[in-house]
């Protein structure tokens, strides 16, 4: 299968995050899977790409063109799709891959996920997304989207949009024995409750 990986350009996280990318990248190879990613040779994104090539993967990188010029893309890549900005690259990742997996990251890689969790609720793709939560990275994420369902701005049905796991091969177990999402209406149609967060009462 083709894996898509959101995962940070930062080489400054702490160790455990970098010992992660790597063993998931190994293990993307070892289990016959390709890579497709942001392209970068810097911090995990660089990371995970040569532990996929070691392991002989096939690495596709996807970068839009004002980043290619500045040769942030990994050279040794087996194929670089180079897009015209950050939207269509995400649309190209969207459609080369099979499965997605967040590492851990900033911005970037938040906005990754999310948008490919909101077009999985929305009913436009269904393909198993994954969230590799090594050292806990991701719990601050799971709880605030928890408490959104607890709020009623989810569905809690939506909570099987994503699998969490902090284990590389678990993340690629739930994507080799994924099962088709079954869609729901994403819009709520009741009324808001009377009472907010901490029991507090609307007049
Ligand atoms: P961040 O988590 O903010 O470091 O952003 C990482 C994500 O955004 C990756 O999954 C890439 O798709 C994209 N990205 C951000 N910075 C770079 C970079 N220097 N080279 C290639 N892709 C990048």
Redesign the pocket.
């Known amino acids: 299968m083709r894996i898509c990986v959101?995962?940070?350009?930062?080489s400054a996280a702490p160790r455990i995050y970098v010992e992660a990318a790597r063993a998931l990248g190994g293990a993307l190879a070892d289990r016959g899977h390709e890579l497709v990613?942001?392209?970068?040779n810097?911090?995990l994104?660089g990371v995970l790409s040569r532990a996929a090539r070691a392991g002989g993967a096939r690495v596709t990188g996807v970068?839009p063109a004002f980043?290619n010029l500045k040769g942030?893309?990994d050279p040794e890549l087996s194929e670089i799709v180079v897009t015209d900005e950050m939207r269509s690259?995400k649309r190209a990742?969207e459609e080369l891959a099979d499965a997605f997996i967040a590492c851990p990251?900033?911005?970037?890689?938040?906005e990754?996920i999310l948008e490919i969790l909101t077009l999985k609720q929305l009913g436009r793709l269904d393909k198993p997304c994954v969230i590799l939560n090594t050292a806990g990275f991701y719990s601050h994420l799971i709880a605030q989207i928890d408490y959104a369902i607890d709020q009623r701005f989810i569905k809690s049905g939506y909570r099987q949009l994503f699998h969490v796991t902090d284990s590389p091969q678990e993340a690629l177990d739930h994507i080799e024995s994924y099962t088709e999402f079954e869609s729901q209406d994403k819009w709520f149609e009741e009324a808001p409750t009377s009472e907010g967060p901490n029991g507090v009462k609307s007049n």
């Open positions: 959101y995962c940070a350009s930062s990613y942001g392209a970068g810097i911090g994104m970068i980043m942030l893309a690259r990742m990251g900033g911005l970037g890689t938040l990754e």
